[in-house]
């Protein structure tokens, strides 16, 4: 298993200002993911943090929005930029290393007001 | 796109067996999941199952796949208060050499009385 660890755990942040969120794994692994929790709802996945390579956004995301950098194998950002009250979420960093198990950070949680 | 449903509450007794239900459209799903989430807490992978198998032990853990019906469940067994949470069940399809992404249910938030 991947032991995952993120940093802030939680942050409160003013309205059009911007936070980076760090993602570290404790060993390398093939993919990275950034997954958005809003309060009392599922998973959406964001974008996939490629190393070595732009991330790869799924639909309603864009790069402008929400940078991601994966400079190596065991880490990656990812920052919410000119935040809004919308933006305030849970913000989950995935890691897999086979195809089969995927394993989640505790998440940080963010307020924007 | 999938889509993944599950009922949003279940009430148990201590004591008794939990079980949780889910459904999924991707009739290519690779792998299903059970991922558990406590309060203020990132998801913990409990236990995943191929989609060439019908059924998995983990000691009280017990997952069931009916992959013509497109079902899945989490039995539970001798539930404790421990275990109150919210339970979210995720598929992962095929789409490629390089197909990692789960598509996740709502969650079922599981209260256990003591």
């Known amino acids: 298993s991947a032991v995952i660890s993120q940093k802030p755990s939680r942050d409160i942040c003013q309205r059009g200002t911007s936070l980076t969120i760090q993602c570290q794994v404790d060993?390398?692994?093939?993919?990275m993911f950034w997954y958005r929790q809003q309060p009392g709802q599922s998973l959406t996945l964001i974008a996939t943090a490629n190393q070595g390579s732009e991330a790869t956004y799924e639909s309603g995301f864009v790069i402008d929005k929400f940078p991601i950098s994966r400079p190596n194998l065991t880490f990656s950002t990812l920052t919410v930029s000119n935040m809004s009250p919308e933006d305030s979420s849970i913000y989950l960093c995935?890691?897999?290393?086979?195809?089969?198990?995927?394993?989640f950070g505790p998440g940080t949680r963010l307020t924007v007001t | 796109g999938e889509d993944v449903e599950q009922s949003l509450f279940l009430s148990v007794r201590e004591g008794d067996s939990s079980v949780i239900n889910c459904t999924y459209t991707d009739s290519s799903s690779t792998y299903l999941y059970w991922y558990k989430q406590e309060p203020g807490a990132g998801l913990q992978l409990l236990t995943y199952i191929f989609s060439n198998m019908d059924m998995k032990q983990d000691q009280r853990l017990t997952v069931l796949l009916n992959k013509k019906d497109k079902h899945l469940s989490l039995r539970i067994a001798d539930t404790q208060t421990g275990d109150s949470a919210i339970y979210f069940c995720a598929e992962k399809g095929d789409s490629g050499a390089g197909s990692y992404q789960l598509t996740f249910g709502k969650g079922t938030k599981l209260s256990v009385i003591p």
């Open positions: 060993s390398q692994v093939t993919m």
């Open positions: 995935s890691a897999a290393g086979s195809k089969a198990e995927q394993y």
